[in-house]
């Protein structure tokens, strides 16, 4: 996968030179480039913001150095893509944005380029969103209902839920079967040595050897934690993700 990251803070973004992405990219499993908005300003002050158009507070970034950066980094990956390839994502986090899912990591993980604009200030100018849709699919994605400064940690979020899903990049991948909302429920709780902490015990059950009896518990365990503080996520399960045995629960 080829992703292109685009902020005023490139800094920010450190944290992807870490880990399991930071040795991906490394290993040349993740194409990765964090870019410079201000590369592509031309003015003395390397300016990419202005005061909003019918006023109110804050400043909104201007739209040429973003069109400019976006030209510049779609142009290049046609250049270098050795078969037509699909439009690039374009990401565009965004607290006014459609919620970032595990089923949005798991589709965006089968793309092959992804372009994410960090706006700051109170936003970018709306223009360009509307003019990137030419050469991009573009979608606005918020990761939550809170406000953040900037779209820097929206992108290391993303970043980090969708390169994990790319083969290659997770150290197991059998971790990935039984976590939380991969199936719509959250994941059991997990126990390791010693089986006595501090007087507290690690479940019988674990113990036991049984592998069906330890699944059913599992699965108890998932559907009990789920019901008791996602109960969202328990209406919103299809008619056959639950058998009569989860409706004793
Ligand atoms: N930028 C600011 N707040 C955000 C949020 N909640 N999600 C994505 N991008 C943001």
């Given at each position: 996968m080829r992703l292109d990251v685009i902020s005023i803070f490139p800094e920010y973004l450190a944290p992807l030179?870490?880990?399991?992405?930071g040795r991906a990219v490394r290993d040349g499993a993740l194409d990765l480039?964090?870019?410079?908005?201000?590369?592509?300003?031309?003015?003395?002050?390397?300016?990419?913001?202005?005061?909003?158009?019918?006023?109110?507070a804050g400043m909104v970034m201007l739209a040429e150095p973003w069109a400019e950066a976006l030209t510049e980094i779609s142009d290049r990956a046609e250049e270098d893509a050795e078969a037509p390839a699909d439009?690039?994502?374009l990401l565009v986090p965004s607290p006014?944005?459609?919620?970032?899912?595990?089923?949005?990591?798991?589709?965006l993980a089968g793309r092959e380029h992804l372009v994410i604009a960090c706006g700051r200030y109170e936003g970018i100018d709306q223009r360009v969103v509307d003019w990137a849709d030419e050469r991009?699919?573009?979608?606005?994605v918020s990761i939550g209902d809170y406000v953040l400064n900037g779209g820097e940690v929206?992108?290391?979020?993303?970043?980090?839920?969708?390169?994990?899903?790319?083969?290659?990049?997770i150290g197991n991948p059998?971790?990935?079967?039984e976590e939380s909302h991969e199936d719509g429920l959250l994941e059991y709780p997990v126990y390791t040595k010693p089986a006595v902490w501090r007087g507290r015990e690690v479940p019988e059950i674990l113990l036991s050897g049984n592998h069906a009896a330890i699944d059913r518990w599992r699965r108890d365990?998932?559907?009990k934690r789920t019901a008791q503080v996602r109960p969202d996520l328990i209406a919103a399960l299809g008619a056959d993700a639950l058998d009569p045995r989860d409706r004793a629960v």
């Amino acid at each position: 996968m080829r992703l292109d990251v685009i902020s005023i803070f490139p800094e920010y973004l450190a944290p992807l030179q870490l880990s399991l992405i930071g040795r991906a990219v490394r290993d040349g499993a993740l194409d990765l480039a964090v870019h410079d908005l201000r590369d592509w300003t031309h003015d003395r002050h390397r300016t990419v913001d202005d005061t909003p158009y019918g006023g109110g507070a804050g400043m909104v970034m201007l739209a040429e150095p973003w069109a400019e950066a976006l030209t510049e980094i779609s142009d290049r990956a046609e250049e270098d893509a050795e078969a037509p390839a699909d439009r690039p994502v374009l990401l565009v986090p965004s607290p006014a944005g459609i919620p970032f899912t595990q089923r949005m990591a798991e589709e965006l993980a089968g793309r092959e380029h992804l372009v994410i604009a960090c706006g700051r200030y109170e936003g970018i100018d709306q223009r360009v969103v509307d003019w990137a849709d030419e050469r991009f699919e573009v979608r606005l994605v918020s990761i939550g209902d809170y406000v953040l400064n900037g779209g820097e940690v929206a992108a290391l979020v993303m970043i980090e839920a969708v390169a994990r899903l790319i083969p290659g990049i997770i150290g197991n991948p059998e971790s990935l079967t039984e976590e939380s909302h991969e199936d719509g429920l959250l994941e059991y709780p997990v126990y390791t040595k010693p089986a006595v902490w501090r007087g507290r015990e690690v479940p019988e059950i674990l113990l036991s050897g049984n592998h069906a009896a330890i699944d059913r518990w599992r699965r108890d365990q998932r559907l009990k934690r789920t019901a008791q503080v996602r109960p969202d996520l328990i209406a919103a399960l299809g008619a056959d993700a639950l058998d009569p045995r989860d409706r004793a629960v």
